[in-house]
């Protein structure tokens, strides 16, 4: 009976969380923020891991594997919930490989050329059963989790290295990273933020009304002032929705043109994205929404020239790596072409494809 | 100390015999009726005796200098403030710069009292060390070089851009009483790299500031300025046009008052209306232009033609002045843009430049097949306006925003942009938005080509958006999403602003083609067409 009752449960659960994936994703906006999404996204694998009747390594990766890719079809611009997926997956991995006794440093030192011959070393098929897995894996997705809430926190504590007093810095749209970012650098130095309000939905707006509350200078400009204004920046610190594979973003629309903007008067780039936001993927497709755009316009048109309009409202940009000065995460700064090496360490290169 | 005594004594007897007729003059001021120069030079120097009985030392020079400027019988344009106001090593300057503005006027007694005036005024300041002077001018807004001499040319800083200097504020305010303007205050925080700007909101025309009926400012004039301040005429083209309507009536309710020449008067009658409509909004470049143009043909006159005669001429200058370079200048411009569109064609363009959707109704109606992308941004959505246009015509279009620019122009063929003013260097300025278009245009490869008539040349020269540009309604920006208006007390929070830019100059190198009624160049040969306009002029 308990055990019937735990299944239940848990199916309970995975069902409501992803019908919250499906509503967030169609309404205006993000409701979350991608932090809270990964939070419960390894809450809901550990309990899962606790939870589930699985006797070996490999029925444990099948049923997470399942589940996975039921939650990114629920909504698939939301990343982060596939990225910690692969986390868990990759940890369930080291943690059979640290029970049964091999070591990971072989892999380290190989790790380029495991890259380029991936696909011929699937050792096993993680049929061994061991005692202690459970609890093993259970204290790694615990770590994982104690990582994943103070990422914000150590991406500000990088804040003072990289602004100095008197400086203007641009930033689009709201990112609750960027935000903590700033604020925790104007507790020592005077800086001013212009904020581009991001069209249709002008979150910018409400990123400048809380920066401007701690006191930090901040101004609103409309998206087509960004050029105009970039020859008077210092700097462009963005946040991003998704870390591509090849060191591209997937950011807010918007973020291509800034970009540009930012490379033709040789102002650096930054961005802002905690470890959890990279994901293995290269596709950039951005996502429409034109239902959101019709209900944010004011209907001046009348029905007769709507029918005749096609409107388009890309809620994604992909910016290339070239336009990318660095990203800073919460394992510290790095440059865009080093990223293939960090996703390499934190997912395996089977689970890449879900 | 006694020569002190006896002036104070000397202006109360001033002010018994002359305090009815001041007062009356007062009291007519107040009600907006329009001052006889004999009642205006009665007042200034009542004002003058006011001041040096207050402040003995105040710098005599300055008083003697608006002494001089009140006794001369000369009707004084406001341009010949000048000699009055400028820097003591530019007399040569002034009257070089004076000459323009005077053109081909009977200048010889005018050029001789200036010689005699400038004489005294030298010796008198080199007795005194007078206070410095700001050599600035508060006059139009646009400064006007001297292309055909090549001595140097003072620019003189037009007032928009001095908005932080206190002392041109004050100039401001002073000429602006006397022409009995009202003064525009700004309004909300100014972010401070625009500091120097003005600032207005649109809630606060300047037109209440006036009593209705006015006799100062000429009714078609005020009803113009209020559409300016509120955005009812908005467009660099539209602008011209109705400023140029609006002068054929004052030009047709104009009776020359006796003892005075049509040619002069007529011009010192236009000086308020100009100060008042760049209170209401900035003058564009264009509206510039065509200023100078109606200034030059009404000196040119001559004194013994009759009021009647002279009266339709301008009209018919004015109206052949809107066909020539308005009108049919957009159609030779249509003619070579038609040309580069071909079939199959997916253009892009952006906000509403009325030369733009002239030319794609007219390719449309040449049986092209092509279709378009209109771009548009906040806060203004002009972009509307066009996709309301094309779309009325039959052509079919895609509406995006300005963020989805990325997105969009991978299927874009080509862009075409209009322009509200061409600058000396090559730059192109023109509504906020265009130079990122250019941008992310150059960045695909796409080919830009920007439309402008020769009329909208300018003869400045400007590298970025900042030094001088227009600020609008910072309240424009606020907008209620989901039911939250997070800006709503943007003033409560010292530390937030909102900048709402007009303008922006797109660099040439971001610009292929520049298509006029001259034909196409590329964007560096706009100094080469203002010298060649200028030498047939």
């Not at chain 1, 800034?258 to 290269?282: E, G, R, Y």
């Not at chain 1, 944010?296 to 007769?304: D, H, I, K, S, V």
């Amino acid at each position: 009976m308990p055990g019937a009752d735990k299944e239940t449960d848990l199916s309970e659960r995975i069902e409501s969380f992803l019908s919250e994936l499906k509503r967030c994703g169609s309404g205006a906006g993000s409701l979350r923020g991608s932090a809270e999404t990964a939070r419960e996204t390894t809450a809901l694998l550990r309990r899962i891991t606790a939870q589930a009747r699985w006797s070996n390594a490999g029925d444990l990766m099948e049923i997470i594997r399942k589940e996975g890719r039921r939650m990114t079809a629920a909504q698939p611009s939301v990343t982060t919930v596939g990225n910690m997926v692969r986390r868990v997956l990759k940890i369930i991995r080291e943690e059979y490989a640290r029970s049964r006794g091999s070591t990971e440093e072989a892999d380290q030192q190989e790790s380029l050329h495991k890259l380029l011959t991936s696909g011929g070393s699937s050792e096993d098929n993680f049929r061994q059963h061991f005692a202690h897995l459970k609890a093993n894996v259970i204290e790694a997705i615990n770590e994982l989790l104690t990582e994943l809430e103070g990422t914000t926190d150590n991406i500000s504590m990088q804040a003072l290295e990289h602004i100095h007093s008197n400086e203007v810095i641009m930033t689009i749209g709201r990112s609750r990273t960027v935000e903590a970012f700033l604020k925790d650098a104007a507790r020592k130095r005077k800086f001013h933020v212009m904020v581009a309000e991001c069209a249709p939905f002008c979150q910018g707006h409400e990123m400048a009304t809380s920066l401007s509350k701690e006191d930090i200078e901040t101004t609103v400009i409309p998206d087509a002032a960004i050029f105009a204004v970039m020859s008077r920046v210092n700097k462009v610190i963005i946040g991003t929705q998704t870390v591509l594979a090849n060191g591209g973003l997937r950011a807010v629309n918007g973020t291509h043109t800034l970009a540009l903007a930012a490379k033709h008067h040789s102002t650096p780039l930054i961005v802002c994205a905690p470890m959890f936001k990279l994901s293995p993927q290269v596709s950039d497709t951005p996502k429409l929404s034109t239902k959101n755009f019709e209900n944010t316009t004011t209907n001046r048109f009348g029905n007769l020239i709507l029918s005749k309009v096609n409107a388009h409202c890309p809620v994604f940009d992909y910016v290339p790596p070239e336009l990318i000065t660095l990203f800073i995460s919460n394992i510290g700064g790095n440059a865009p072409s080093y990223i293939y090496r960090l996703m390499s360490e934190l997912y395996h290169p089977e689970d890449h494809e879900l | 100390m006694a020569d002190s005594d006896g002036r104070q004594v000397d202006s109360i007897n001033n002010a018994t015999d002359e305090d009815v007729k001041l007062q009356e003059i007062v009291l007519a001021k107040n009600e907006g009726k329009e001052l006889t120069k004999e009642e205006k030079q009665r007042l200034r120097k009542e004002k003058k005796q006011h001041k040096k009985s207050k402040k003995d030392d105040k710098g005599p020079p300055e008083k003697e200098k608006v002494k001089e400027k009140a006794s001369v019988p000369v009707p004084s344009k406001p341009a010949t403030q000048s000699p009055a106001h400028k820097a003591a090593p530019v007399p040569v300057n002034a009257s070089a710069s004076e000459s323009p503005a005077a053109a081909e006027k009977p200048a010889k007694s005018k050029a001789e009292l200036r010689a005699e005036r400038r004489a005294r005024q030298d010796s008198d300041r080199a007795s005194k060390q007078g206070k410095k002077e700001v050599g600035q001018q508060s006059a139009s807004s646009k400064p006007k070089a001297t292309p055909n001499e090549l001595q140097p040319v003072v620019k003189r800083l037009p007032e928009h851009v001095q908005v932080d200097d206190p002392a041109a504020l004050k100039k401001l305010a002073k000429k602006l009483e006397r022409q009995q303007v009202p003064l525009r205050s700004d309004y909300g925080y100014k972010v401070s790299l625009f500091s120097h700007l003005h600032q207005y909101s649109r809630k606060n025309p300047p037109t209440q500031q006036i009593s209705i009926p006015a006799t100062v400012i000429h009714p078609s004039i005020v009803r113009l300025g209020l559409q300016y301040s509120q955005g009812i005429i908005a467009g660099s083209n539209a602008r011209s046009v109705a400023l140029l309507h609006a002068f054929k009536q004052v030009i047709q309710d104009y009776s020359t008052p006796p003892n005075e020449e049509l040619s002069r008067d007529l011009v010192n009658k236009l000086s308020p209306y100009i100060s008042f409509l760049s209170q209401c909004r900035p003058l564009s470049a264009s509206m510039g232009n065509a200023i100078k143009y109606i200034k030059k043909e009404i000196s040119n006159i001559p004194s013994q033609c009759k009021e009647e005669e002279a009266k339709g001429e301008l009209q018919a200058c004015i109206d052949s002045y809107i066909n020539e370079k308005i009108i049919l200048a957009s159609e030779a411009i249509s003619k070579y843009a038609i040309e580069k569109i071909s079939n199959g064609d997916v253009i892009l363009v952006y906000g509403c430049s009325s030369l733009v959707n002239h030319i794609l109704c007219k390719a449309f109606e040449k049986q092209r097949k092509f279709r378009v992308i209109v771009v548009d941004s906040r806060p203004r959505l002009e972009g509307r306006e066009t996709l309301r246009r094309l779309v009325k015509k039959g052509i079919r279009c895609t509406y995006v925003l300005i963020s989805a620019l990325s997105y969009i122009l991978p299927e874009v063929s080509k862009v075409f942009l209009g322009a509200h003013a061409l600058l000396a260097n090559g730059y192109v300025m023109s509504r906020v938005g265009t130079s990122q278009i250019a941008l992310v245009a150059k960045a695909y490869n796409v080919p830009v080509l920007v439309c402008c008539e020769t009329y909208k040349f300018c003869e400045r020269v400007q590298t970025d958006s900042f030094v001088s540009n227009e600020l609008d309604d910072p309240d424009d920006l606020i907008v209620t999403r989901n039911g939250k208006t997070h800006l709503e007390n943007w003033q409560t929070v010292k530390s937030l602003g909102l900048l709402n830019l007009v303008y922006d100059v797109t660099p040439p190198d971001f610009v292929d083609l520049v298509i006029t009624d001259l034909g196409m160049i590329p964007c560096t040969s706009v100094p080469v067409v203002l010298r060649v306009k200028n030498v047939d002029q």
